[in-house]
């Protein structure tokens, strides 16, 4: 593992970011916390998987600023976060080539439109890491808490009206199509992700039974009247 010490850059960001998030903090997933784990997963993978110092430095920034455009919109917010992003550096003043990197590694955490893939195909080993740091939770323990407080989250903020079994049979979709990238996120997630997500197939199937069950009671009890 390589030890990399956190650049005045990266530090600056981490203030400004922050501040910035304070406005977001009622949100039940996608807050401070959520970009503080994120940060620091994606810094223990530059370390894990030996990036270069500027790729490192230009990686975390782009962690600390990935969320930010759910501070102005909620839905498609990620080429918010990308500008956002943008707009701090330059003031900064940093490489335009590097603003751009930022930008994109930015953009690898968006669910695209146009395919029935729920993820961006990473280009690099920099999106591999943001998308496994940002995608960390399918193998935590904590995992269906966490998906709680985004179904919460969703319901008030997205103005979603899906039902909590609709959001789970979706839940295990994300689960089926992510599959983690870096070496180490494979060695230290992929078993308890497996676990999680048989645990939610046993969810799923039980209600399906139940729902089937009721069901039938309905029409059989309809046919007595």
């Known amino acids: 593992m390589k030890n990399y010490q956190i650049s005045p850059l990266v530090l600056a960001a981490r203030s400004y970011v922050s501040i910035l998030l304070e406005s977001v903090n009622d949100h039940p997933y996608h807050n401070?916390?959520?970009?503080?784990?994120?940060?620091?997963?994606?810094?223990?993978?530059?370390?894990?998987?030996?990036?270069?110092?500027?790729?490192?430095?230009d990686i975390l920034i782009a962690a600390l600023f990935h969320d930010t455009g759910f501070t102005e919109v909620y839905k498609k917010n990620e080429s918010t976060g990308a500008q956002i992003a943008r707009s701090w550096l330059q003031e900064k003043h940093h490489d335009k080539e590097r603003i751009e990197r930022v930008e994109r590694i930015i953009m690898a955490t968006t669910f695209p439109d146009s395919s029935d893939w729920l993820f961006h195909t990473p280009i690099d080993i920099l999106?591999?890491?943001?998308?496994?740091?940002?995608?960390?939770?399918l193998g935590c323990k904590n995992s269906f808490t966490l998906s709680a407080a985004i179904y919460d989250e969703i319901r008030v903020f997205g103005h979603s009206t899906l039902s909590f079994f609709e959001y789970l049979k979706m839940d295990r979709e994300i689960f089926t199509q992510f599959h983690f990238h870096?070496?180490?996120?494979?060695?230290?997630?992929?078993?308890?992700?497996?676990?999680?997500?048989?645990?939610?197939?046993e969810v799923i199937l039980r209600e399906e039974e139940i729902k089937t069950i009721t069901m039938r009671e309905t029409i059989l009890h309809s046919l007595q009247v």
């Open 182 to 201: 870096t070496r180490t996120a494979k060695s230290e997630r992929n078993f308890q992700k497996n676990q999680n997500l048989n645990m939610l197939e």
């Open 32 to 57: 401070i916390d959520h970009t503080c784990s994120v940060y620091l997963r994606t810094k223990y993978l530059c370390e894990c998987e030996w990036i270069t110092w500027d790729e490192k430095e």
């Open 127 to 137: 999106e591999e890491i943001i998308q496994d740091a940002d995608m960390d939770n």
